[in-house]
């Protein structure tokens, strides 16, 4: 099946530093993205859609300059936290439609948990 | 607008048991709807997923869900509940297009020996 890879899978930083968190779809081509943020025993709440070639559509309370999406490429997306605070430690995971699933399924890379010092 | 709601972010059961984990639905046009489970610092994985065919679906693992209109429901279940399948489950749902996937809060299994 259709495979998201995403990178690192653990990062931990400076508070003021900026962290870059790439995913990519190893053996299809993905046109569109999601990035999701999940606290602890929360659920996944989007954050953006990442459309390649062209810019990312955010949630609404999502800051834009805050968070950096890049979809340049059909297999790579990248999410970059930018000046990153404690408040940004959380569990960020991206997702990819499956063609494979006739567009009905998206298929998640395993996360990344981001920790800010 | 679409919505999800889990009941319960909390069930036990014990090894060989039932599993029953509820989710109803709140759609304005005829949903897809999926069932996700994540293990500790993963990502999810697809279990099963309802678009418009049968409306009761087997999924991967051994578990199945019923999706019923009437009662905008799509609970997951599983004949004998095994140690490997504590973890954390979650309902979504999105629009026929398939674009955006709404998830429920997450419904946490313990399985007990």
């Known amino acids: 099946g259709a495979v998201v890879s995403q990178h690192p899978s653990r990062v931990i930083c400076k508070s003021g530093t900026s962290v870059k968190i790439e995913c990519r779809s190893l053996?299809?081509?993905?046109?569109?993205m999601f990035w999701y943020r999940q606290f602890p025993k929360q659920s996944l709440m989007l954050m953006a859609t990442?459309?390649?070639?062209?810019?990312?559509?955010?949630e609404q309370g999502v800051e834009k300059d805050k968070f950096l999406i890049n979809h340049a490429s059909l297999t790579l997306s990248t999410l970059t936290v930018t000046s990153a605070h404690p408040e940004d430690s959380s569990f960020y995971i991206c997702?990819?439609?499956?063609?494979?699933?006739?567009?009905?399924?998206?298929?998640f890379g395993s996360g990344t948990r981001l920790t800010v010092v | 607008a679409q919505s999800v709601t889990q009941l319960g972010s909390h069930v036990s059961v014990s090894e060989g048991a039932l599993v029953l984990l509820r989710c109803n639905y709140s759609?304005?046009?005829?949903?897809?709807l999926f069932w996700y489970v994540q293990y500790p610092n993963q990502g999810l994985q697809l279990l099963l997923k309802?678009?418009?065919?049968?409306?009761l679906v087997k999924g991967i693992n051994g578990f199945e869900a019923e999706f019923k209109k009437s009662e905008t429901s799509f609970h997951l279940t599983k004949p004998s509940a095994h140690m490997s399948d504590a973890a954390e489950y979650f309902c979504?749902?999105?629009?026929?297009?398939?674009?955006?996937?709404?998830f429920g809060a997450g419904t946490r299994l313990f399985v007990k020996a």
């Open positions: 979504a749902v999105s629009d026929n297009g398939g674009f955006k996937t709404i």
């Open positions: 759609s304005s046009v005829p949903p897809y």
């Open positions: 997702s990819a439609r499956d063609p494979g699933q006739g567009g009905h399924g998206y298929t």
């Open positions: 990442s459309n390649e070639g062209s810019k990312a559509t955010y």
């Open positions: 053996d299809f081509q993905a046109t569109t």
């Open positions: 309802y678009t418009s065919a049968a409306t």
